[in-house]
């Protein structure tokens, strides 16, 4: 399916809107924990955490993501997309982006991070305000292509200083599942 297609579909869901609650140990992962990710991942490996960043540039934002950022569809952005690893294996895919001419005002460079977590900027910078948590099944085909399975859980949520938005989404995939032991 093209992309444009998928993303005009692509329903993330508020905890209260969910059709049916979720296994406890997943709702807490998707929904409860507000904190950073990258935290809660360098706790479960014990430090073994690290950044791989596989594709940043300037492109398009997708449909859906225009629309949680309150800019003009198709708006121009700059698109992070990281694994965020546990002893070596993936276990997040996140997908970070912000709108440019909202980046460029508020003077942030994301071009630089390379494979520093931008959970960590986010969180140690006190203008931030995270919105509320959201998730979905991601479509596969936004997804690396070693990890493209059916039916993956991801979330999302927009973190705002200003006039400044940056959305954030993160795909959990089995191998974090695994370490975690929640079956979900
Ligand atoms: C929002 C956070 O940042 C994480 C780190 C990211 C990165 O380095 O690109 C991307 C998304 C997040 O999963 C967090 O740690 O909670």
């Not at 140990?25 to 507000?34: G, I, P, R, S």
């Not at 494979?115 to 936004?142: I, K, T």
């Not at 990890?147 to 954030?168: E, P, T």
Request: proline content about 8%; hydrophobic content about 45%.
């Amino acid at each position: 399916m093209p992309e444009r297609a998928v993303s005009e579909f692509l329903d993330w869901l508020s905890a209260d809107q969910l059709p049916a609650p979720l296994a406890p140990a997943l709702h807490d992962w998707l929904y409860v924990d507000k904190g950073s990710l990258t935290r809660r991942l360098t706790e479960l490996a014990d430090g073994a955490f690290s950044v791989i960043p596989l594709h940043q540039a300037w492109q398009p934002l997708r449909a859906d993501e225009c629309l949680a950022l309150g800019v003009p569809a198709a708006s121009e952005g700059w698109v992070r997309e990281v694994y965020l690893c546990g002893h070596e294996q993936p276990w997040v895919f996140a997908r970070s982006v912000a709108p440019r001419a909202q980046l460029e005002a508020a003077g942030l460079d994301l071009q630089s991070l390379g494979n520093r977590s931008l959970g960590e900027l986010l969180f140690s910078d006190p203008a931030f305000a995270r919105g509320q948590l959201e998730a979905c099944h991601y479509p596969p085909q936004w997804l690396p292509q070693a990890q493209r399975v059916d039916g993956l859980w991801a979330r999302r949520s927009c973190f705002r200083q200003n006039r400044l938005g940056v959305l954030v989404a993160e795909v959990f995939l089995p191998a974090l599942w695994r370490a975690a032991a929640v079956t979900p």
